[in-house]
């Protein structure tokens, strides 16, 4: 299995750009979820996905949608990039149950916004 | 959902244990403790979750006291490699609240 990839790892954006960060994960877990953390802080939730077709916003989902077509997939858009959406993005995944809380992460794209 | 403090920063010397305790005085009754390691320019990985009383896996070990207003994790003899920031986290996955709140973490630095 590769687990949980993330595309690209790095990334330089102008203000005002629009992109899309993609996740996919190979073991079939329900649950999704997409992070971001800035320099020396913890992670913070953006929105997250109990299954295919069903989304939920987090603690900071304002700057960003997400969809889920497929179970393996979760991209996450930003539709108008701002510096302060400057950061490093983690994409995760786990089961549901008692096993949601075994999250497996992504390695991360790190995301400048100039 | 409960919300977590715990020490910013530990220093520890190799081979001696390191126990770092978390608060968590608003535990809901569903809500499960969990404790996640990073390492710099990686995702976190899961370390070990429980309940209450005390749960233990080959990595380390979790105490939970009866009332589980704090949980404390156990690092048996640590090396260098132990390294990394550790983060307590508090939630469930009920319908309404599949989130995880990640708080700033525990710094861990072993020293040699």
């Known amino acids: 299995n590769a687990g949980v990839t993330q595309t690209p790892k790095f990334q330089v954006l102008k203000t005002g750009q629009s992109m899309t960060l993609q996740c996919a994960q190979d073991m079939n877990h329900e649950y999704m979820s997409w992070y971001r953390q800035d320099p020396g802080m913890g992670l913070r939730l953006i929105h997250y996905s109990v299954g295919a077709g069903i989304t939920d916003q987090g603690e900071v989902p304002n700057g960003y949608n997400v969809s889920r077509s497929t179970t393996e997939d979760f991209p996450l858009r930003l539709l108008s990039a701002a510096p302060s959406q400057t950061s490093v993005y983690f994409c995760a995944s786990s089961y549901g149950g008692t096993d949601f809380y075994e999250q497996y992460f992504g390695p991360g794209t790190r995301l400048t916004v100039t | 959902l409960a919300k977590t403090t715990q020490p910013i920063s530990m220093d520890s010397y190799e081979g001696q244990e390191v126990n770092i305790t978390c608060s968590h005085n608003n535990i809901a009754t569903n809500d499960y403790i969990t404790w996640y390691q990073q390492f710099p320019s990686q995702g976190p990985r899961f370390i070990i979750q429980g309940y209450k009383t005390k749960v233990t896996n080959e990595v380390a070990s979790l105490f939970i006291p009866a009332d589980r207003k704090s949980s404390t994790l156990s690092l048996p003899r640590v090396s260098l490699s132990d390294t990394a920031v550790y983060y307590c986290?508090?939630?469930?996955?009920?319908?309404?609240?599949?989130?995880?709140?990640f708080g700033t973490g525990t710094s861990l630095t072993v020293i040699p």
């Open positions: 986290l508090v939630g469930d996955n009920t319908n309404t609240g599949n989130q995880f709140y």
